[in-house]
């Protein structure tokens, strides 16, 4: 889905430029700076990111506990307001899954969704807690 996704945007480059060269310029440039946001991503990793890594993992196996869609979409629609106050990076991972609001998204959709940003969250006691108040309370 996210390369449809990216052929789409690249079709509205080449329409907005006006002709090929222009085209391929804009997405040389746009390549260009998105090689440097993920080199900034992997650069911002601390020693912090690799403490809380078991609590990564122990929040993502109680989430894969959930096995009903309306579940996911229950930890979906209560992770939501925090959103919001995470990093753009995982905020525009999670819009870009579920192809906006985690509030209109479908069960498998919420999954992916809510996987993804614990991979990317930063899990901080206060972080954690949140996770695991909202996956208890779909349970």
Not at 60 to 72: P, S, W
Request: proline residues 5%; glycine residues 6%.
């Amino acid at each position: 889905m996210l390369s449809l996704h990216r052929a789409y945007i690249d079709l509205q480059i080449y329409k907005e430029a006006g002709s090929i060269p222009a085209a391929i310029n804009a997405i040389n440039k746009d390549a260009g700076n998105a090689k440097q946001d993920a080199q900034d991503a992997v650069y911002d990793r601390g020693p912090n990111d690799f403490i809380r890594l078991p609590d990564v993992e122990a929040v993502l196996a109680e989430l894969k506990k959930l096995g009903a869609d309306q579940q996911f979409i229950a930890v979906a629609r209560a992770m939501e307001p925090y959103l919001a106050g995470r990093p753009a990076a995982v905020r525009n991972t999670v819009k870009t899954i579920v192809g906006g609001s985690l509030l209109k998204a479908n069960g498998p959709r919420a999954k992916q969704a809510l996987i993804a940003w614990i991979h990317e969250e930063d899990m901080s006691p206060l972080n954690r807690q949140q996770w695991l108040t909202a996956i208890a309370s779909a349970q």
